[in-house]
């Protein structure tokens, strides 16, 4: 791109949210007017011969097997860390201390220690001019954002309930192999962290509350499963051999915020039928809204202010320019999907990073959301004691 400086970014890592994560930086680039331009120059992965293919397929121009490679190269500006949670930390901290920005997938790390570290050395990086940023990708969802700004502007009142909940199947089945979001020591926890810490985020997002006390329960209802022969998409092919399931299959816990407000959140990936239900509703005291990812393009909007008889939950089709990020898009009405999220995050982090503004969601917003989870294992540890948030101190 003629007078732009090139962003050039070494991502770590290349399955499913490599692939997303390489949609978002090859797209953010043609369709906003960005203030640099992301330059796709190496990816990572342990496997030469598969990251070779994964660099190829996704658009990437070169290769390496170790990630500190990438860190130790003066030519790339960015680390995208897209690898199994316990990897994170040290990834993390080595490229901020080396002076490249940092993108990082949720859950941000495996434990509130970890994710201290990595704040840490996020706030020390920030005073030099280098940012890190933590994928909690659905915040960019626009009918998300634009829930985010009625319940800002005013429009529910004062929020008093929320239901937050993160639904998927792809567990159901016995058979589906020991994939690393199974194992405690490579994902930190399981439905919880894994999903269960995007409805933390999205509903603290929404409300502008931030959860202070938790209590909770964990339920692994498959205890082994056969071990992974080799991984595709969430997993991929069974083995002869068992292996035990070290993580949650499901997480409930209800908690209070600290702007007064009260919710209640599910997780879970055996929810026989929902595909990937990623649900808030905020019911406040002048109306409520109600957010849907299987029916993203829309947002449930109730006005108790409306003259009786005419009350009653409005679709508002999130589609059109005034909404946002859409201008960016296609004509009124045209719908958006789930990968436009990730291109909105790459959009939102090169702006930050390029702009000397720390872009959100930080580290520290990471290692809170930890906070919250960590506080729900030891309730559910403790058989559902109330937890506050604060006592997850790492
Ligand atoms: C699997 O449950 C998963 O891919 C999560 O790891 C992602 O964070 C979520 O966006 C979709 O589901």
């Not at 920030?126 to 800002?152: I, K, N, S």
């Not at 006005?303 to 008889?309: F, H, I, L, R, Y």
Request: hydrophobic share 45%; charged share 20%.
């Amino acid at each position: 791109m003629p007078n732009k400086p090139p962003l050039r970014i070494a991502m770590t890592g290349y399955g499913f949210m490599g692939a997303a994560h390489s949609q978002g930086w090859r797209v953010a680039p043609r369709f906003f007017d960005l203030p640099a331009e992301p330059e796709m120059t190496l990816l990572v992965g342990r496997n030469a011969e598969a990251a070779s293919a994964a660099a190829e397929k996704f658009g990437w121009a070169e290769t390496a097997t170790d990630w500190r490679d990438a860190v130790a190269r003066d030519d790339i500006d960015v680390i995208d860390i897209v690898t199994p949670g316990d990897s994170h930390v040290d990834i993390a901290i080595a490229a901020l201390e080396a002076g490249k920005h940092v993108l990082c997938e949720k859950p941000l790390a495996n434990s509130v220690e970890e994710a201290r570290a990595m704040a840490d050395a996020a706030a020390r990086a920030a005073e030099r001019g280098v940012y890190a940023m933590v994928g909690f990708t659905y915040r960019r969802v626009p009918a998300a954002t634009f829930a985010r700004d009625l319940v800002a502007s005013g429009a529910v009142g004062e929020v008093r309930q929320v239901r937050a909940m993160y639904l998927q199947d792809w567990l159901v089945d016995p058979e589906v192999p020991l994939a690393w979001r199974l194992q405690k020591h490579l994902a930190g926890s399981g439905a919880l962290g894994d999903i269960g810490a995007h409805a933390i985020d999205l509903a603290q997002f929404i409300t502008g509350q931030k959860l202070t006390s938790v209590s909770g329960m964990l339920e692994t209802f498959v205890k082994q499963r056969p071990k992974l022969a080799s991984s595709s998409g969430l997993a991929g092919t069974a083995s002869d051999e068992m292996g035990d399931v070290t993580v949650d299959d499901l997480a409930l816990f209800t908690g209070r915020f600290d702007g007064g407000a009260v919710g209640s959140f599910e997780a879970t990936r055996m929810s026989t039928g929902r595909k990937n239900a990623l649900r808030i509703e905020v019911a406040g005291s002048k109306g409520a809204i109600s957010f849907d990812l299987e029916d993203l393009n829309s947002l449930g909007f109730y006005d108790a202010t409306a003259p009786a008889g005419r009350q009653g939950f409005t679709k508002i089709m999130v589609t059109e320019p005034v909404h946002p990020y859409i201008e960016a898009w296609w004509p009124s009405g045209h719908t958006l999907g789930y990968e436009h999220g990730f291109t909105h995050q790459a959009r939102d982090f090169v702006v930050g990073v390029v702009g000397g503004t720390q872009p959100t969601p930080s580290f520290a917003d990471g290692l809170q959301v930890q906070q919250v989870l960590d506080a729900v294992e030891r309730s559910a540890e403790s058989g559902s004691a109330w937890i506050p948030t604060s006592e997850s101190a790492g």
